[in-house]
C-alpha cells in the first residue's frame, strides 16, 4: 500500500464530500461533475486497492486477521462509492447530493481505517 497515495485518496474523497455536501446546502442535486469527480475517486481507490492486493502477496508476514481486515476494508472501500452513486442517481434532488457527501466521507474513513492497520501490523 502506497501510505502517501491513500492520503491523497482520503483527502480527495474529503474534498469531494464537502464540495457534494455544498451543493446539497444550496439544493443542488448531483451533477455530471459530481459524476466526474465520483469516477476519478473511484479509479484513484481501484489502483490503490490493486497495489495493497499485491504486496499482500508479495510480502508476507502480516497475520490472517490483519490481512482479512485489510481486505474487508479495501473491499468497502470499491463499493461505496458506486452504491453511492446508484442511491443518489435514483434521488434527483438535493439529496442526492447528501447521498454522495455521506459516500464520499464514508471513503474518506475507510482510507483512514485501511492505512492504519496496514501501518500497525507492520510490513511495509
Known sequence: MI??????????????????????AVNQAPTYHHRVGLVVLEVVALAQALIAV????????????????????????IV????GAALAYGERTRYGSVVLAIAGFTAAVLVLRTTQVWEATGVS
Open 54 to 77: 499485491v504486496l499482500l502477496v508479495v510480502s508476507p508476514g502480516r497475520s490472517g486477521g490483519a490481512v482479512a481486515e485489510i481486505v474487508g476494508y479495501l473491499i468497502a472501500l
Open 3 to 24: 501510505v502517501v497515495l491513500a492520503w491523497v485518496l482520503g483527502l480527495a474523497a474529503l474534498g469531494w464530500a464537502a464540495w457534494c455536501a455544498v451543493s446539497a
Open 80 to 83: 461505496v462509492l458506486p452504491i
